[in-house]
């Protein structure tokens, strides 16, 4: 049935993560995961015969984790929590699966599809979304086959699916995805996340700034709340390196960018230091003008130290002192996400936490011409 679905499966898998695939069917989306370069891929079929295909599937495959049953009972007992998550468990009965079908068995394939399942059925696959939060990362990406049905706020993808040789049956079907941010699944993320550094730069960077740091501590009470901040700064040395790795990646579709020229922050946590809710953006300036910050990178440079979690929230106006999301970022990660956002960082309790902040104005910025 399904002839083109790459483009939903690259964004599922993104990440290059922890994946749950949930119907194994044709095996198209387990091939592409597995493709992809997955750090795992875990499967749930509840049919004997698709199961059985799944193991010999899985012969000589690293990494690939199968389980027997309905995902319903099989979810709670995972213990385990994924990047992304792809449900398509809608079937007939006696499908066969087979990518060689005969133009009416295409057809009854798709007379299938475009009838309605038992209320029963149909209760137990909507209910997957609450199971999903019991086994999701933040910004874990969930996608449903059947999710445009009953949710509209997602995110869509127009893919082409394969019904036969009949041009009277359509070849678009709209597949939808959310990702789980604060404890619910949410058409946006709170912030981007790319993996840049490696593990050696990173050292070099603490090595060449941690002997220049000063304390800064300042505190202030905002609608009856004490927001501090504890860390020591110093103005980040030039790192040509550094630089490359970011033109090359975040800043790929820009004209090159100086790295002297932009604010950049080395900073250091000791115990019992962080900082609260900060917002970035130069106060007096229109969101739009020239100086005002557009972006901010936030790159973790260590993590051999413990609390110092980053708590990343929606945009400022929208006042929402509960939703948030929660990270503790890996070495070498981006975090990316506006000015105006609340970030903070919750305070060290044991170690040293090292971070660099990189703050982009409206004028940083000059696209490539085409």
Known sequence: ????????????????????????????????????????????????????KALKWAEGKQNVHLHFGDWIDIIPSLNKKFDGIYMDTISPKNENFSRNKTKEEY???????????????????????DYAKLIS?????????????????????????????DLSIPRKHDIGFTYYVGGEFRKNKFYESKQL????????LIKDNKNNLKFVEAEKEIDGILHQRKFNYTKLKYNSELEEILNKSIFSNYKKVDLKNLW???????????????????????????????????????DDYEGGEVEVFDEWYKNDRDTFSLVKPKVGECLIYKPYQHVTYRKVTKNKKYQILIGVTNKDLNKKLI
Not at 32 to 49: A, C, M, W
Not at 107 to 129: A, D, G, L, N, P
Not at 197 to 204: M, R
């Open 264 to 302: 950049c922050g080395f900073i250091e946590y000791n115990e019992g230091e962080g900082y609260d809710r900060h917002v970035e953006t130069i106060k007096g300036l229109p969101l739009d003008d020239s100086e005002q910050y557009n972006t901010l990178y936030d790159l973790t440079l260590n």
């Open 197 to 204: 550094l490696t593990e050696n730069l990173c050292n070099k």
């Open 1 to 52: 049935m399904q002839k083109d679905f790459t483009k939903v499966f690259d964004i599922i898998s993104e990440t290059k993560g922890d994946i749950l695939d949930v119907g194994f069917g044709w095996g198209i989306s387990a091939d592409h995961f597995y493709s992809n370069g997955v750090k795992s891929l875990t499967i749930i079929e509840k049919r004997k015969d698709v199961y059985e």
């Open 107 to 129: 057809e009854k394939v798709w007379e299938f599809y475009h009838t309605s399942i038992s209320k029963e059925e149909w209760e137990q696959y909507q209910s997957f979304e």
């Open 137 to 165: 990362k933040e910004n874990c990406i969930l996608c449903i086959f059947e999710y445009t049905k009953f949710r509209k706020d997602l995110n869509t993808e127009s893919l082409q699916v394969y019904w036969g040789n």
